[in-house]
Each structure stands twice: as structure tokens, then as C-alpha cells.
């Protein structure tokens, strides 16, 4: 009997979208797939500009779709081109599982099968996307590291044009032969920009303020109906206004955090078609913006200072708890939050102020079965079943496989890298040949003619260009295929002491060390589960951890 093959494609950037990669991955999965007799092509699934490191599976949906159609038995067989196509996170590995469970095998053109039959294949499907993650680190900084150049060298690295520009061709063309654009003042826009600065150096007038007085002279916004103060401020803050492209303007930790101007990159000269705004006058709109901006959180800091010299306490008490980010709800599934208090007195006998801390998570729905949690409660469960946890990883060698599976991967990719040497080593031949032919197609004695026989090597030439370009890509692939040694140290170097670097670390460092072995933690009253993203379910069972400890049930899954 046969089996249904369903094929997953997808390219994770417009660029790729734009370069035709998905032919290339179809013409792939279409040979692997006759290489099987018993195999069926039923459907492909097909994922455009779609971000499988910045994505997780609930973001995903053609993922989704396909969780859903192999619940209903609808294939046997999904298959991608390499194991970076289904996702480039850690959790992707639980997806393959999950697939796995639902009786779909699960392969790829350069991997082949990935299976969740035993705890090592479990193990190296972990470690595979776990890789994957950090290739794509390493991709995003090469990007990066572009971008800064080309900032530097006064080049518009793309995105959306700035209010009082716009976009317009440049003339230039790309290394992947699209055609690119430069910025060009808006003189109308300009104004406004003009305005705006104007208002705030010259009348000292903050976001909220200027953004009235635009509404209130009926000035069209850039986008909405009203000018917003978050508006103002970036108009204020971007020093295209003034000639300079920047970058490292801002950066994300789940949140965007805006860096000082001074650790910012800046073209390495002024651009004068660009100046709205001279320089003088951008930066004293600087001065006034941050020494406002100083002011308030002086005040700020002096109240918070004020509060902990009372109470001889810190202020701030969400930087005690461990496990904000990785702790929901069991009933409702919202993420736990916050819910800590102080409280404070005074000695009579001496008059001295005294303080409690309560550390607490709460359900933000408040589910009426169980909304609270004490911080000792939780944290204690957890810390301790981690701690177990990390004792038992250390007996697991991954070296001696993570070895054999980059071996494998090399062995394939050298092999297409054969195979392409072979067929550039023809086609030159063909273009030698064909060269020397040209005298004869001048005089008219070979049986083609020269404009012909010139057609012919440029169409040589460009295949020769086209596997030359393949021949890089899969160089590249050589250098991505290998886990460096000194990640595997790092990764295995975390297990032997995790104990004392954990025990000793702040609150901070436990969050991070954390969420890189959990991946959630749902708590009911009297029942946790903890959701590793390494499963070690044949090392790490509920005899191994004294029950006295636990005063709850606990499920590790």
C-alpha cells in the first residue's frame, strides 16, 4: 500500500520569494519522492517570507494546518527539504514528535528521517534544531553587520521613508538584481518637520503639546486622523533630519529599548540632500529632549529613594521573582504575573519603620479555583525538580552522535558539491569548444552562424555563473552543517555545575538559565506541570525525586 507524501515549502524572506528558491525546493522533494516506490504525492503545503526563527509554531499557520490534517489521517508522509524548512527553534523539535506520535513520518531531502523513537533520536532531533537556531543567529548578525556598513558608507538600507520623505529609484542595481531606492525630500512634509523642531527648540514645546498644536491648526497627519506625541518624538529623535543615516538605534529583549544616541552608528558623513533640519538645531532639540527626560526621572529616582529610606526596602518588586515569563495559569492559561506586596510598620519602642516583602504570583483573570501562589511555594517545586534534572542530563554524552550527525550532513553536501564541480568542468569544456568554433561561424563554414554561436556561449556562460552562485550556497551550507566546537563545550560545559552556578546566581541569570531548559510551567492548585525542552522522560521519572519535597502533584512532560 502506498503511502501519502505531503511536501512543506517555504522561504523565510521576501529576498528569497523574489529569487524563485521555491522551483528549486519543488524539483527536489519531486526526485526524493520517485526515489521512493511506495510513495505518493498528495500535496504540498507552501509557506511564503515567513520566519521560522522569529515565528513559533502558534504563529505559524500552515504549521497549524498541518497539525490539524494529520489529526484527521489525512497523509502518511511529511517531507522538507532540510530540517530548517520545518523550523528554526528549539520547540520545533516537540513538533516533530507530536507528528511522530500521530503516526506521520517525518523526513527531510538532506537529513532523512527524523525520528522520536528512542530518548537519543528525541536527543539529536533537540540538538538539530537547537543548531538551527543558532545558524540563524549567526545569519541575522551577518545581516546586521551588512546593514552597519552600508549605513556607514551613507547607503539607504530599506524599510518605510521617513515623514518628509520619499522613496524613489536610484538607479542602482542589486547583487540579486532588483533595482533599489533612495530617499528624496518632500518638500510640503519638510515644513512640517521644520515646524515641529521649531516648536520644540524655540518654544520649548514637549511631544504632547506640539501634537496638539498640529490638530488644533488642522496640519494632516502622517497616517491617522490626529498627531500623536509617539509620533513627535520619533520625528524628533531621527537624525535623517539633520543628513545621517543611523542604525543600533534600538534594541529587543521582548520589548523594543531605545539606546543612547551616543551608542548609535551613523553614516560616516553628512549627506546634504537629506538636511531638513541643520545640525546645530537637531542637536539642541537633543538637549532639550534628554535634559527633560533627566528631570523626570530624577524625580522619579529621588521618590524611589525617598520610599527605601523609609522602609529600608528595594521599591521595585518585580525583579524578585524567578519565574515571571515561564509560569501560567493552569485553569485559565494566561501567564502568571506579578502580585507581590510590602508591608511596613513602625516600632514603638524605638519609632524605627520596618518592612515585609511578600513575594506572590497571580492569575490575571483572577480563576476563581486558584489565583495565588506563594513565591516559596512555586520556586521551591521548581528549583528543585530542575536541580534533579540537570543531575541526570549529566549522563547523557551527546558528543559521539552530535559528531555522526554532522558528519552525515557534510558527507551529503559534499556530494552535491561533486556533482556541480562536474557539471561546471562540462560546460566550460562546452564554452572552450564553442570558442573555438567562432573563426569558422565568421567565415560561414560552420553550420552555425556566428550570432547563433554567440547565443549559445552566453547561455553556457550564465548556467556556468548560475552553478558557480550554487557552488557558494553550498559551500556555506559546509560551514553551517557543523556545530563549532566551542558551542558544544558551551552547551555541555552548562550541565556539570549547573547546581552551583544556579544556586548562586541573581534573579536575572536564574531567569535566563531557566528559560534555556523550560519551555513552560502551568500551575492548578496542588498540580504543576513543567514542560522541558529536552524530554528525558527514560532518565528523569517521579521515583527520582523525593516526594516529601513535592507537596503537590507534578508532571513532567
Known amino acids: ?201 524655540h518654544q520649548g514645546y514637549g511631544y504632547d503639546k506640539i501634537a496638539k498644536t498640529l490638530n488644533a491648526e488642522g496640519i494632516p497627519a502622517i497616517t491617522t486622523d490626529k498627531w500623536k506625541a509617539s509620533t513627535i518624538a520619533s520625528i524628533l529623535k531621527n537624525p535623517i533630519y539633520m543628513g545621517y543615516y543611523a542604525i543600533n538605534r534600538r534594541v529587543n529583549h521582548g520589548s523594543f529599548t531605545r539606546l543612547d544616541r551616543r551608542n548609535w552608528i551613523y553614516s560616516k558623513e553628512q549627506i546634504p540632500e537629506l538636511i ?51 509560569a501560567y495559569c493552569g485553569y485559565c492559561g494566561k501567564r502568571l504575573k506579578n502580585g507581590s506586596y510590602c508591608n511596613h510598620w513602625t516600632l514603638k519602642s524605638t519609632g524605627e519603620k520596618k518592612v515585609s516583602f511578600t513575594g506572590r504570583y497571580i492569575c490575571p483573570e483572577k480563576c476563581k479555583e486558584r489565583s495565588c501562589y506563594s513565591q516559596s511555594y512555586l520556586e521551591d517545586i521548581v528549583f528543585t525538580v530542575v536541580e534533579t534534572y540537570m543531575e541526570q542530563l549529566k549522563n547523557i554524552n551527546v558528543v559521539e552522535e552530535l559528531e555522526k550527525m554532522q558528519k552525515q550532513q557534510r558527507e551529503s553536501i559534499e556530494k552535491e558539491l561533486k556533482v556541480i564541480s562536474k557539471q561546471q568542468k562540462s560546460l566550460q569544456q562546452d564554452i572552450e569548444t564553442l570558442e573555438e568554433k567562432i573563426p569558422e561561424a565568421i567565415r560561414g563554414e560552420y553550420y552555425f552562424s556566428a550570432d547563433k554561436l554567440a547565443s549559445i556561449i552566453k547561455e553556457k556562460e550564465q548556467l556556468l555563473k548560475e552553478l558557480d552562485n550554487q557552488k557558494k550556497q553550498i559551500q556555506t551550507k559546509i560551514s553551517k552543517s557543523t556545530v563549532q566546537s566551542s558551542e558544544m563545550e558551551t552547551f555541555i560545559a552548562k550541565i556539570p555545575n549547573w547546581k552551583e552556578e544556579f544556586q548562586n546566581a541573581d534573579v536575572a541569570t536564574k531567569q535566563m538559565l531557566l528559560s534555556s531548559l523550560i519551555d513552560r510551567i502551568e500551575v492548578k492548585d496542588g498540580d504543576i506541570k513543567i514542560k522541558f525542552k529536552i524530554r528525558l522522560e527514560d532518565y528523569l521519572v517521579h521515583e527520582s525525586i523525593d516526594s516529601d519535597t513535592i507537596p503537590c502533584k507534578l508532571y513532567l512532560t
Open 276 to 326: 531638513i533640519i541643520n545640525q546645530c538645531d537637531w542637536e539642541k532639540a537633543q538637549e532639550i529632549r534628554e535634559a527633560r527626560k533627566n528631570k523626570i526621572n530624577a524625580s522619579k529616582e529621588k521618590s524611589a529613594k525617598q520610599y527605601e529610606e523609609q522602609y529600608n526596602v528595594p521599591f521595585r518588586t518585580n525583579d524578585k521573582l524567578s519565574l515571571l515569563g515561564l
Open 1 to 201: 500500500m502506498s503511502k501519502k507524501v505531503r511536501t512543506l515549502l517555504r522561504v523565510s524572506s521576501k529576498q528569497q520569494l523574489h529569487d524563485d528558491d521555491i522551483p528549486v525546493q519543488r524539483a527536489e522533494v519531486e526526485q526524493f519522492i520517485n526515489q521512493h516506490p511506495d510513495w505518493e504525492f498528495d500535496r504540498e503545503y507552501i509557506e511564503k517570507a515567513i520566519s521560522a526563527y522569529k515565528n513559533n509554531v502558534d504563529d505559524r499557520e500552515v504549521l497549524r494546518e498541518i497539525m490539524e490534517d494529520a489529526k484527521h489521517h489525512e497523509f502518511d508522509v511529511l517531507l522538507a527539504y532540510f530540517s530548517d524548512r520545518i523550523g528554526r527553534l528549539e520547540e520545533y523539535s516537540f513538533y516533530v514528535a507530536t507528528l511522530n506520535q500521530l503516526g506521520i513520518e517525518v523526513w527531510t531531502i538532506k537529513e532523512g528521517q527524523l525520528k522520536t523513537d528512542t530518548r537519543t533520536d528525541r536527543l539529536m532531533n533537540f540538538l538539530r534544531f537547537w543548531q538551527n537556531e543558532g545558524e540563524s543567529e549567526k545569519t541575522s548578525k551577518r545581516v546586521r553587520d551588512a546593514q552597519v556598513e552600508l549605513v556607514k558608507s551613507g547607503k539607504f538600507v530599506g524599510g518605510k521613508a521617513p515623514f518628509g520623505y520619499e522613496l524613489v529609484p536610484s538607479g542602482i542595481i542589486s547583487n540579486h538584481g532588483r533595482l533599489l531606492k533612495k530617499l528624496v525630500i518632500v518638500e510640503k512634509d519638510a515644513e512640517i518637520v521644520r515646524k515641529i523642531y521649531s516648536l520644540a527648540i
